[in-house]
């Protein structure tokens, strides 16, 4: 870690100054969104002109990074300040909720969540509505966002994508009961 942080703080100083020879790119951003470095992330997008949106070639971006590894100041942050893409999915088809709530980073995951929830009711929501939003929900047991993805935006809630269980398959195995019942009962799944 004092490695780490002297080399951090010379390639900081060294953007400030000008001087830094190497590749300033979404790398970059990704490990200041990762370390919670939302100086060097100011310093890369407005200075550097890096795409707050950008991706290492795997999909992931400074917002993956930042929710998987709990981060929730970052990832407020590149929301509020940078009004990053929150529906952006890696080449595993996850987002940044995906990853924050399978890494147990909870406040990250409700943060997200309600942003996304609130970007659904207020037919805002930039990314594709589809059954892995269902899943998702369905996996957190979160019969709202499941009426709302069903009801409102016609997700089929027996809808399954390849390599993507359905809803009732991901309630079942994550112990969500009420979950279960209510596609059950709701939805007839």
């Known amino acids: 870690t004092e490695c780490a942080a002297y080399l951090r703080e010379l390639t900081y100083t060294q953007l400030l100054a000008g001087e830094y020879r190497g590749d300033v790119d979404v790398e970059l951003l990704c490990s200041a969104a990762r370390r919670g470095d939302d100086a060097m992330i100011d310093l890369l997008v407005e200075r550097y002109g890096v795409d707050p949106n950008g991706d290492d070639g795997d999909g992931w971006t400074a917002l993956h990074g930042a929710a998987e590894y709990g981060r929730v100041r970052t990832v407020k942050h590149l929301v509020e300040k940078h009004n990053v ?12 909720l995906d990853l ?5 980073r909870t406040e990250c995951a409700a943060y997200l969540r309600e942003l996304t929830y ?3 009711l207020a037919g805002e929501y930039r990314g594709d509505i589809d ?9 957190r ?4 966002m499941i009426d709302l993805l069903v ?6 809630p027996n809808g399954a994508e390849y390599g993507w269980m359905p809803a009732l398959h ?20």
Do not use: F, P, W
């Not at 924050?100 to 147990?104: I, P, Q, V």
């Not at 059954?131 to 369905?138: D, G, N, P, R, T």
């Not at 991901?170 to 799944?189: D, Q």
């Open 85 to 96: 893409d929150i529906h952006k999915r890696n080449r595993h088809g996850k987002t940044a």
């Open 100 to 104: 924050a709530e399978e890494n147990g």
């Open 118 to 120: 609130t970007q659904l």
């Open 131 to 139: 059954v892995k939003l269902l899943m998702s929900a369905a996996k």
């Open 141 to 144: 047991g979160d019969d709202a």
């Open 151 to 156: 009801e409102r935006y016609g997700v089929d």
């Open 170 to 189: 991901c309630a079942a195995r994550y112990g969500r009961v009420r979950t279960v019942k209510h596609l059950v009962e709701k939805y007839n799944v």
